[in-house]
């Protein structure tokens, strides 16, 4: 199955569908995506990069040791037995496709991820139809997780270790407790260290143990390394959204649990953290004196750019 703007290749079911004939315990066959517009500007070479590791360390591993992981939602082959036994199709949350994924593994269905088919697909190039997506990508599925928590645990069909690994690792670090810790440290921990002198932050928890993970994250696309630093200042805007979105999903509250769309013409957030981080950026450099105030100055002016939606290309417009 693939979206409208997926173009796969002549060979695609040549390559997959082997998978499901060989292997009677498969329900899914994932494929990689190509992206061909990553190029197109800033956003897309971030998006990239995010979802280079995504593909390359994230799905592979689920795929290697668990036989699990996240059903993208294109560019896959589903067998069809499988698919009924995990009670078919649900719209209950944004993704339907996740939703499908974790019913299956919960009745005992594995899956398979193979790099080497890859999918030509684009990339949203406007930060309005990017908020769209990380919208449904982070309210979905916390409210997946908090739908299912319970039928995870209950379930006998499967080990103790896949179900720690699937409502642990996958659900609660991956969908919510990642932004969550993200947007704390480097967006509230930090700055508010330079006001109380009382908090005291070690130099590997600010300088390096971020930077070694980010590295990590970055060898997924080597053409975009030199991007990097911009990328983590991107990343650490976008946790807040993140964070929005999951809490909708978790609580079911804000009447946009189940919707598709986000509607802000200005991220009144945005422009309001951005401008609290700057402050004290300045009061770091006139008072404090920790040394901090220039990751403050840029991670501020990141979020003041994505407050005030300059960022991607700009959508067409009729004259």
């Given at each position: 199955?693939?979206?409208?703007?997926?173009?796969?290749?002549?060979?695609?079911?040549?390559?997959?569908?082997?998978?499901?004939?060989?292997?009677?315990?498969?329900?899914?066959?994932?494929?990689?995506?190509?992206?061909?517009?990553?190029?197109?500007?800033?956003?897309?070479?971030?998006?990239?990069?995010?979802l280079d590791y995504h593909f390359k360390y994230e799905q592979e591993a689920g795929s290697s040791l668990h036989s699990f992981f996240g059903f993208n939602g294109t560019a896959g082959v589903w067998r069809i037995a499988a698919i009924d036994d995990a009670g078919g199709w649900k719209d209950r949350t944004t993704v339907e496709d996740m939703d499908l994924a974790v019913r299956a593994m919960l009745q005992g269905w594995k899956f398979v991820y193979v790099g080497d088919i890859k999918v030509k697909s684009e990339l949203p190039s406007t930060f309005k139809a990017y908020r769209f997506?990380?919208?449904?990508?982070?309210?979905?599925?916390?409210?997946?997780?908090?739908?299912?928590?319970?039928?995870?645990?209950?379930?006998?069909?499967?080990?103790?270790?896949?179900?720690?690994?699937?409502?642990?690792?996958?659900?609660?670090?991956?969908?919510?407790?990642?932004?969550?810790?993200?947007?704390?440290?480097?967006?509230?921990?930090?700055?508010?260290?330079?006001?109380?002198?009382?908090?005291?932050?070690?130099?590997?928890?600010?300088?390096?143990?971020?930077?070694?993970?980010?590295?990590?994250?970055?060898?997924?696309?080597?053409?975009?390394?030199?991007?990097?630093?911009?990328?983590?200042?991107?990343?650490?805007?976008?946790?807040?959204?993140?964070?929005?979105?999951?809490?909708?999903?978790?609580?079911?509250?804000?009447?946009?649990?189940?919707?598709?769309?986000?509607?802000?013409?200005?991220?009144?957030?945005?422009?309001?953290?951005?401008?609290?981080?700057?402050?004290?950026?300045?009061?770091?450099?006139?008072?404090?004196?920790?040394?901090?105030?220039?990751?403050?100055?840029?991670?501020?002016?990141?979020?003041?750019?994505?407050?005030?939606?300059?960022?991607?290309?700009?959508?067409?417009?009729?004259?």
């Open positions: 199955m693939f979206d409208a703007d997926f173009q796969p290749e002549p060979d695609f079911l040549l390559r997959a569908v082997p998978f499901l004939v060989h292997n009677p315990e498969i329900a899914l066959v994932q494929a990689r995506w190509k992206f061909v517009n990553s190029g197109e500007c800033l956003l897309t070479r971030f998006q990239e990069m995010s997506q990380q919208h449904r990508w982070s309210c979905g599925p916390a409210n997946l997780f908090k739908k299912m928590m319970v039928e995870i645990l209950e379930n006998k069909k499967v080990s103790l270790w896949s179900k720690i690994y699937l409502w642990y690792n996958f659900f609660f670090v991956g969908k919510v407790a990642a932004h969550t810790v993200t947007f704390i440290y480097y967006c509230c921990a930090i700055p508010v260290s330079v006001l109380l002198p009382e908090i005291q932050i070690p130099l590997w928890g600010v300088v390096y143990i971020p930077t070694l993970i980010t590295l990590l994250k970055a060898l997924g696309t080597p053409s975009s390394f030199h991007l990097v630093i911009l990328w983590v200042l991107f990343e650490n805007v976008m946790s807040l959204h993140r964070i929005k979105a999951a809490a909708s999903g978790l609580l079911d509250a804000g009447g946009r649990v189940n919707e598709w769309v986000v509607t802000e013409k200005y991220n009144c957030s945005e422009l309001f953290v951005g401008t609290c981080i700057l402050l004290c950026g300045f009061y770091d450099l006139l008072f404090a004196k920790k040394g901090y105030y220039i990751f403050l100055f840029l991670q501020g002016t990141a979020f003041l750019v994505v407050g005030f939606g300059y960022v991607g290309t700009l959508p067409h417009c009729n004259a």
